[in-house]
């Protein structure tokens, strides 16, 4: 017997189906279509920087309302009583705690471009960041939120956010499929313009 046939999930909640907090994960533009056309900075007046800035209010803001939607979800899903236990209580803060110190010390690492794609608008960092919390996960960032949509499921005590972080958490897998390969090329490039500019002044 599932969780939908116990109850547990309500799959009828207009909250959770339409449109759904996971749907959001999905808003984020095309990275790899600005990297090669440049349509958010031409829209921006060739101003890359500030289009890129401009996307990461967006995303953030996008980040912000999903957040709400899916605490919102969460209050209308049922409850399971063994998740109001102390020992749940206390794995749920953990999973907060340990999600918001990714997110927010990779943010601090990265800076505002570092974070919100700048290096799709050309913008790259010298160096790749090596120090925590890229030292335990390459993908802070995603892990830290899945962590965190965990952590409200279960303070929440509704088994429908556990499904919805397995769901985001599959979607972020997916999306690193791509970014990773696309991202490694882009500064893989910039080396090899850096080293065939080396050789002509040698």
């Known amino acids: 017997m599932s969780f939908f046939d116990k109850g547990l999930i309500d799959l009828n909640q207009k909250s959770i189906a339409a449109p759904s907090p996971v749907k959001l994960t999905l808003c984020v533009p095309p990275h790899a279509a600005e990297y090669r056309n440049k349509i958010l900075t031409r829209a921006f007046g060739g101003n890359s920087r500030l289009a890129c800035y401009a996307l990461a209010a967006t995303i953030f803001l996008l980040g912000v309302f999903r957040d709400l939607l899916y ?22 803060y953990a999973l907060l705690g340990a999600g918001n110190i990714l997110v927010l010390s990779s943010m601090w690492a990265l800076g505002i ?90």
């Open 71 to 92: 605490e919102r979800a969460l209050r209308h899903q049922p409850s399971l009583p063994i998740l109001q236990s102390l020992p749940f209580e206390f794995l749920a």
């Open 113 to 202: 471009t570092g974070t919100y794609l700048g290096d799709y608008f050309g913008i790259l960092m010298d160096d790749r960041v090596t120090s925590f919390p890229f030292n335990v996960t390459d993908a802070p960032m995603y892990y830290g939120s899945a962590m965190s949509f965990l952590g409200t499921a279960i303070l929440y005590a509704k088994p429908a956010g556990v499904l919805l972080t397995a769901l985001v958490l599959g979607m972020y897998a997916v999306a690193l499929r791509f970014e990773d390969p696309f991202t490694a090329e882009i500064y893989a490039k910039r080396d090899r313009e850096r080293k065939r500019v080396g050789k002509k002044v040698a």
